[in-house]
T-cell receptor
Framework: KAGVTQTPRYLIKTRGQQVTLSCSPISGHRSVSWYQQTPGQGLQFLFEYFSETQRNKGNFPGRFSGRQFSNSRSEMNVSTLELGDSALYLC?????FGNGEKLFFGSGTQLSVL | QQQVKQSPQSLIVQKGGISIINCAYENTAFDYFPWYQQFPGKGPALLIAIRPDVSEKKEGRFTISFNKSAKQFSLHIMDSQPGDSATYFCAALDQNSGYALNFGKGTSLLVTP
């Protein structure tokens, strides 16, 4: 079956703009997590959604938000972009909520903020 | 604050050699320790994982060694191949919280022919 699909693959934005990233989980998976990957900090947890509700949130400012739709697809939004938001944003899906053991990652969206 | 410390940052190994990547943690609540492999342009993929009730787990050429008292674990890649060239991340999970993997910063492995 198809894996986790993230769109777009690449984005270039300027400071102050906002951006929306999309993630389609593996069919049947109901939990979607988002991670930020940077060379300096590695992978850091942003938040997890299950049944259209944010269940857990990492230590990121409120400019980072997300949502999940009834078909389990998820979007992540970053408002008022800063240079430091340049990163690879990874989406991961799992069958059930809170199952950090069975995460399947997408290929990510590479965001560059100029 | 990085809860899992990984070393080295980069590693060059000759084909057929042994690649060793080390990780250390402080939080004794961690009870699941996976390793992820990431190729350029791809997301991380689970490679192998261990729980603290065993000291070693082997899957093919990949072995995790786990030292609970020292709060350290390592990945050994035996007979390293050029196709193993990738970035490797160790991680740790507190299953009571269940949701957020704590990743190391990654090791870029290059296996030369």
């Amino acid at each position: 079956k198809a894996g986790v699909t993230q769109t777009p693959r690449y984005l270039i934005k300027t400071r102050g703009q906002q951006v929306t990233l999309s993630c389609s989980p593996i069919s049947g998976h109901r939990s979607v997590s988002w991670y930020q990957q940077t060379p300096g900090q590695g992978l850091q947890f942003l938040f997890e959604y299950f049944s259209e509700t944010q269940r857990n949130k990492g230590n990121f400012p409120g400019r980072f938000s997300g949502r999940q739709f009834s078909n389990s697809r998820s979007e992540m939004n970053v408002s008022t972009l800063e240079l430091g938001d340049s990163a690879l944003y990874l989406c991961a899906s799992s069958l059930i909520f809170g199952n950090g053991e069975k995460l399947f990652f997408g290929s990510g969206t590479q965001l560059s903020v100029l | 604050q990085q809860q899992v410390k990984q070393s080295p940052q980069s590693l060059i190994v000759q084909k057929g050699g042994i690649s060793i990547i080390n990780c250390a943690y402080e939080n004794t609540a961690f009870d699941y320790f996976p390793w992820y492999q990431q190729f350029p342009g791809k997301g991380p993929a689970l490679l192998i994982a261990i729980r603290p009730d065993v000291s070693e787990k082997k899957e093919g050429r990949f072995t995790i060694s786990f030292n609970k008292s020292a709060k350290q674990f390592s990945l050994h890649i035996m007979d390293s191949q050029p196709g193993d060239s990738a970035t490797y991340f160790c991680a740790a999970l507190d299953q009571n919280s269940g949701y957020a993997l704590n990743f190391g910063k990654g090791t870029s492995l290059l296996v030369t022919p």
